[in-house]
């Protein structure tokens, strides 16, 4: 198998002083591959290429874009704490609630039963016979479910509720929004 050049496009470049690339390329399985050149010394050393990863109906979708080099780094960095505010969350929550999420767990007798009440109270979606192939240590598997996807319904199943886990909470979800606001702005800015 091997990728075949469907076309080459030259495009102004953000600067207007020059061109950019971009190479398309398919193969005989159906997938697509885009690669952006910038010809323009001076864009060279102010933007970069960003690329947007997303799904639409099911597919997953890649969208690309000139961005400044600062912009970029004020979105990284504003990932980075985002990141690093999660992390800060769940250690902070593991800390002093995972043995109590274990615990919860004791009284039950049989995996299927630990499927049953993990299914009703977090909506895990997984079929039984899945929950059996993945779940080989069950202190484990809990274990593992105690990160950001679950962890506000776990806190509500402890019924545990205090004002450091609500600013906590706050926190992670004025970042992300703050993240996704950057994002858009890049992407609305972003030069085609």
């Known amino acids: 198998m ?6 080459e496009r030259k495009n102004p470049c953000p600067c207007g002083g020059s061109t950019y690339t971009v190479e398309s390329y398919s193969d005989d399985w159906g997938r697509n591959e885009e690669k952006w050149f910038m010809s323009c010394h001076i ?14 109906s099911g597919l997953s979708v ?23 505010i999660q992390k800060d969350t769940i250690n902070f929550l593991k800390e002093c609630y995972l043995d109590q999420w274990l615990q919860s767990f004791t009284h039950l007798r049989s995996k ?8 009703s109270t977090l909506g895990l979606g997984i079929s039984l016979p899945t929950f059996y192939k993945h779940c080989t240590n ?8 105690f990160r950001l996807q679950f962890v506000k319904k776990i806190v509500d199943i402890l019924e545990v509720s205090n004002e450091e886990i609500t600013l906590k909470f706050k926190e992670i979800e004025t970042k992300e929004a703050e993240v996704r606001a950057v994002k858009a702005i890049l992407i609305k800015n972003g030069f085609r």
């Open 112 to 119: 299927k039963a630990i499927w049953e009440r993990l299914s």
């Open 2 to 7: 091997s990728w075949d050049k469907d076309f």
């Open 43 to 56: 864009c060279n050393q102010t933007h970069v290429l960003f690329t947007n990863d997303y799904y639409d």
């Open 138 to 145: 069950v202190q484990e598997y809990l274990q593992d479910l």
């Open 62 to 84: 890649s969208s690309n874009f000139w961005v400044t080099q600062q912009s970029l780094q004020n979105y990284k960095t504003l990932v980075e704490d985002f990141s690093k």
